[in-house]
């Protein structure tokens, strides 16, 4: 899918970007927030094809350009996926398309003093050049500053679309010559169907990994490994088995679990579940989400008091916030291990 079809699940989105082009209202500069995943790199994508597309009917544009002598599409405002413009930007050939992504864990200041010396001059072939800045949080102060001045000066012709977690993120002063727009998690049912059209998953599977994937389609794919099932099998065994009495074992799995920031942030959602499953199990088992284990879930949920498993849920999310503030992995899985063992009866 090349047009706004493809913002998939973001209704809201579309809607206005949609508007932009119809109205030919287009800001210089975006901001599109939303966890990763969600569709924010394939919406600037889709809206630099519908700013340049060359089907369809005339439009004005306030992008440096009171005249109205930009063409776009009809009704839809999206781009037609078709025209030359249209293809040289789906296969990343176009040269007014210009796309940052951070160089290791930031995007550097060489990379915006590039990105000036380019914008100095006209478009090449662009009605409205495009610069799509993805994780623009990783930007450092001097980074940030350099792009202050494009955006305190906007080049003709040209918009910025700059994506990101959060608006908080983002230095204030960016942020605020920015028009947001933000992209809610997609569904748990449209996350599985992507899963089944995608990579033909097994419709029950697929409900599994898209409960666990917090509407993220990329953490889905990660997660649709046959490995993480395997994974969630082995954390479930491993905390319902556990006893303070076997400490040797306790130490083990904390070891296992700290190996990775990633793999460890991923081990607490799975957890997570885990406990929400007991849960309710006493109510709405029909609403588990590891339903493929259900028979485990009712087997376990006698051995947690609503009580227990209030407390494991802020266990859970203490030790998830002390991961992203960087403190110690090891010594952060030794703590939550023992006091989540503490607590079963």
């Known amino acids: 899918m090349s047009g706004f079809e493809s913002i998939t699940d973001q209704i809201r989105?579309?809607?206005?970007?949609?508007?932009?082009?119809?109205?030919?209202?287009?800001?210089?500069a975006l901001l599109f927030t939303g966890t990763e995943?969600?569709?924010?790199?394939?919406?600037?994508?889709?809206?630099?094809?519908?700013?340049?597309?060359?089907?369809?009917?005339?439009?004005?544009?306030?992008?440096?350009?009171?005249?109205?002598?930009?063409i776009g599409k009809p009704e839809s405002g999206g781009p037609c996926g078709i025209c030359g413009s249209c293809r040289k930007?789906?296969?990343?050939?176009?040269?007014?398309?210009?796309?940052?992504?951070?160089?290791?864990?930031?995007?550097k200041i060489s990379q915006v003093r590039e990105l000036c010396e380019i914008l100095a001059f006209k478009?090449?072939?662009?009605?409205?050049?495009?610069?799509?800045?993805?994780?623009?949080?990783?930007?450092?102060?001097?980074?940030?500053?350099?792009?202050?001045?494009?955006?305190?000066?906007?080049?003709?012709?040209?918009?910025?679309?700059l994506t990101a977690t959060e608006k908080s993120d983002i230095i204030p002063t960016i942020a605020s010559r920015c028009q947001q727009i933000r992209f809610n998690p997609l569904s748990e049912k449209r996350?599985?169907?992507?899963?089944?059209?995608s990579k033909g998953i097994e419709p029950s599977e697929a409900a599994i990994f898209a409960a666990m994937a917090n509407g993220s389609f990329t953490r889905a794919l990660l997660l649709s490994d046959r490995s993480r099932i395997k994974k969630r099998d082995w954390?479930?065994?491993e905390i319902e088995t556990l006893s303070l009495k076997e400490t040797g074992k306790c130490m083990a799995f904390a070891e296992r679990l700290s190996r990775e920031k990633d793999d460890f942030l991923d081990s607490l959602e799975i957890l997570n579940i885990w406990y929400r499953d007991i849960a309710i199990s006493?109510?709405?088992?029909?609403?588990?989400?590891?339903?493929?284990?259900?028979?485990?879930?009712?087997?376990?949920?006698?051995?947690?008091?609503?009580?227990?498993?209030?407390?494991?849920?802020?266990?859970?999310r203490g030790a998830r916030k002390n991961i992203l503030a960087n403190a110690n992995l090891r010594l952060t899985a030794e703590t939550l291990v023992f006091r989540l063992v503490q607590n079963q009866m």
């Open 191 to 197: 996350l599985a169907e992507m899963l089944i059209e």
């Open 235 to 237: 954390l479930v065994n």
């Open 13 to 28: 989105p579309a809607l206005i970007l949609n508007s932009f082009i119809r109205k030919g209202a287009i800001p210089h």
């Open 37 to 70: 995943g969600v569709g924010k790199e394939a919406a600037a994508q889709a809206f630099a094809m519908a700013c340049n597309c060359l089907g369809g009917t005339p439009y004005a544009s306030s992008v440096n350009s009171p005249k109205p002598d930009l």
């Open 123 to 161: 478009p090449y072939e662009a009605r409205i050049r495009t610069v799509i800045i993805s994780d623009a949080q990783t930007m450092n102060k001097a980074a940030g500053n350099a792009l202050l001045k494009l955006l305190e000066e906007p080049p003709e012709r040209t918009i910025l679309i």
């Open 282 to 316: 006493k109510y709405n088992p029909g609403k588990s989400i590891f339903s493929d284990i259900s028979d485990k879930t009712k087997t376990a949920s006698p051995g947690h008091t609503e009580k227990d498993l209030l407390s494991k849920f802020d266990l859970i």
């Open 89 to 107: 930007i789906l296969s990343n050939s176009h040269p007014d398309i210009i796309k940052i992504k951070p160089a290791g864990p930031y995007i």
